[in-house]
């Protein structure tokens, strides 16, 4: 005997159930968008450096003929043999960045961490004096011939890594931006310290310093690229006084002494096509940005991550 289904039709939840269905649909479709959108980005990204590993690794004579393309042309490794022609010169620049980036990030941050963190205290009374004077540096400046005559002449740190070691250990937007970051701490949390007997420098070291790692992770990155890329602090107050060089620094002498024999031999019956020139750029970025872009996912995870979240009890 068949049975007869006599409930009565149900209209809004027949409505209610398409428009969860196109609500779905629309969804896989904004994946879809945004999956592509995302690819199509990254490819855009990584075309400079592909372009740029690619030019390396032509031939000068070849780069001049038909320009820059995805794949080498006339494949060599000329321009990467004339960076790497004297090693101990290269591993000692390599040795030097390396120290100066490790050293310098990790004191920088400390001192940037420490300042931020003193300025926002609320029972701090000059907190906003000393905030408007690190903010006037931002504004006025001495300028570089009465900073050189301070660094060289009365610092006496001329042909000294601390001339350029010291300058860029601490940035007056830094420690604004590290302040503005320490507002997000509560003020409960270093009270809850002081109840409990701990100091001001243990508050900081075991309550905050560890609440702070999102901004030590994007502001160390900060230090971290301007210790990697400087050079012209180099050629002011280094120059020929040190046997290595920064990284940058070195790669730049080489590219001028590169650029420097192709002008002495331009005018006599030379070959100067195969002498690298672009080729030599182009390897010297690869040598230079390699190793500091491996150094971005370790701390990309910690740009978006806010590590406050329940840190006060309600």
Known sequence: ??????????????????????????????????????????????LPFVLIISASLSTESEIMRSGFGLWPKGFTFTAYEFIFQSPRQIIGSYVVTIVMTVLGTALGLFVIAMTGYALNR??????????????????????LAPTYIWISRYLGLRGSYLAVFLQL???????????????????????????????DFRIFLQLVLPMMKPALA?????????????????????????????????????????????????????????????TLKMASAVVATGPIVLLYPLVQRYFVTGLTVGAVKG
Request: aromatic share 16%; hydrophobic share 45%; proline share 4%.
């Open 1 to 46: 005997m068949t049975t007869i289904d006599t409930q009565p039709f149900d209209a809004n939840a027949l409505r209610a159930t398409t428009r969860k269905v196109k609500l779905d649909s629309s969804e896989y479709v904004l994946r879809g968008v945004s999956y592509v959108t995302v690819t199509l980005f990254t490819v855009f990204c990584a």
């Open 122 to 143: 609320q029972d701090f009374p000059w907190r906003n004096y000393i905030s408007f004077f690190i903010y006037f540096t931002t504004l006025f400046s001495a300028g």
């Open 169 to 199: 250990l601490l940035s007056p937007w830094l420690i604004i931006l590290m302040k503005n970051f320490a507002r997000s701490i509560p003020f409960e949390i270093v009270e809850s310290g002081k109840v409990d007997g701990a100091g």
């Open 218 to 278: 994007t502001i160390g990155l900060f230090l971290a690229l301007g210790y990697w890329n400087e050079w012209y602090l180099s050629s002011l107050y280094l120059g020929s006084t040190v046997e290595f060089k920064p990284l940058q620094y070195y790669l730049y002498n080489i590219i001028n002494t590169a650029n420097a024999l192709r002008s002495s031999v331009a005018g006599s019956n030379v070959n100067i096509s195969d002498l690298p020139s672009n």
